[in-house]
C-alpha cells in the first residue's frame, strides 16, 4: 500500500527567506509524484510533477523539487517566499495501476511580511 | 481552458436529508473522483469512476454513492445526511493513466 507523510502541518516564513516543505512517500512499485497547492476558498491547482526522468523539477511561481529514491522523498523548495505563497501545500503519490491517488495531510505555508 | 464545475460553493442542509451534489468536466476526462476534506487529515477519497458508468470505492464510502451517467458529469449523494458529513467536498478528473488532476472549486456542505 503506498503512503504519503507531510511532517510538518504549518510553516511559517519570513518574505523573501526560504523554504522547503517536505513530503516523504512508501511504496514498493514505480512512483509518480507531485505537488498541488490550495488557496483560500479554492480548489487544489498542480504546482509540479515527476513522471520521470530529470530527479529536479520545476513548477509554476519559481517552486522545485527533487525526486530522491533513496531517501523516498519528494521534497518541495522556493528559494525566496513572496506574501501570495501563503496557501496549503499538498504532495501526492500514484503507484501501481495508476488509479489511486494517496495524498498526504496537507502542510500550511504562512508567509510573514 | 481546462474546467471543472460543482453545482454549488455552499450548501446547507438537514440531518436525514438526501443530498446531491453534482461535478461536471469539460475536457473529456476518463477519471473522474470526489474527496471530503477536513482540517488535519487532508484529502480522503469517497468513490472514484474510471469511465461512464464504472465506480470504485475508495477509503471512505460509507453513507455515500455516486453515478456516473454521463462521461462528463459525475455526481455525489449522501442518502441521509448526517452531521458528521459536514465537510468540504472537491471533485476531480484527470485523462486515465498517471496524470494530475484538475479540481473544482469545492462544496462547503454543513448538515444541522
Known amino acids: 500500500a503506498q503512503s504519503v507523510t507531510q511532517l510538518d502541518s504549518q510553516v511559517p516564513v519570513f518574505e523573501e527567506a526560504p523554504v522547503e516543505l517536505r513530503c516523504n512517500y512508501s511504496s514498493s512499485v514505480s512512483v509518480y509524484l507531485f505537488w498541488y497547492v490550495q488557496y483560500p476558498n479554492q480548489g487544489l491547482q498542480l504546482l509540479l510533477k515527476y513522471l520521470s526522468g530529470s530527479t529536479l523539477v520545476k513548477g509554476i511561481n519559481g517552486f522545485e523539487a527533487e525526486f530522491n529514491k533513496s531517501q523516498t522523498s519528494f521534497h518541495l523548495r522556493k528559494p525566496s517566499v513572496h506574501i501570495s505563497d501563503t496557501a496549503e501545500y499538498f504532495c501526492a503519490v500514484i503507484s501501481g495501476g495508476y488509479q489511486k491517488v494517496t495524498f498526504g495531510t496537507g502542510t500550511k505555508l504562512q508567509v510573514i511580511p | 481552458d481546462v474546467k471543472v464545475t460543482q453545482s454549488s460553493r455552499y450548501l446547507v442542509k438537514r440531518t436525514g436529508e438526501k443530498v446531491f451534489l453534482e461535478c461536471v468536466q469539460d475536457m473529456d476526462h476518463e477519471n473522474m473522483f470526489w474527496y471530503r476534506q477536513d482540517p488535519g487529515l487532508g484529502l480522503r477519497l469517497i468513490y472514484f469512476?474510471?469511465?461512464?458508468?464504472?465506480?470504485e470505492k475508495g477509503d471512505i464510502p460509507e453513507g455515500y454513492s455516486v453515478s456516473r451517467e454521463k462521461k462528463e458529469r459525475f455526481s455525489l449523494i449522501l442518502e441521509s445526511a448526517s452531521t458528521n458529513q459536514t465537510s468540504m467536498y472537491l471533485c476531480?478528473?484527470?485523462?486515465?493513466?498517471?496524470?494530475?488532476?484538475?479540481f473544482g472549486p469545492g462544496t462547503r456542505l454543513t448538515v444541522t
Open positions: 476531480a478528473s484527470r485523462l486515465k493513466g498517471p496524470y494530475e488532476q484538475y
Open positions: 469512476s474510471y469511465d461512464v458508468k464504472m465506480k
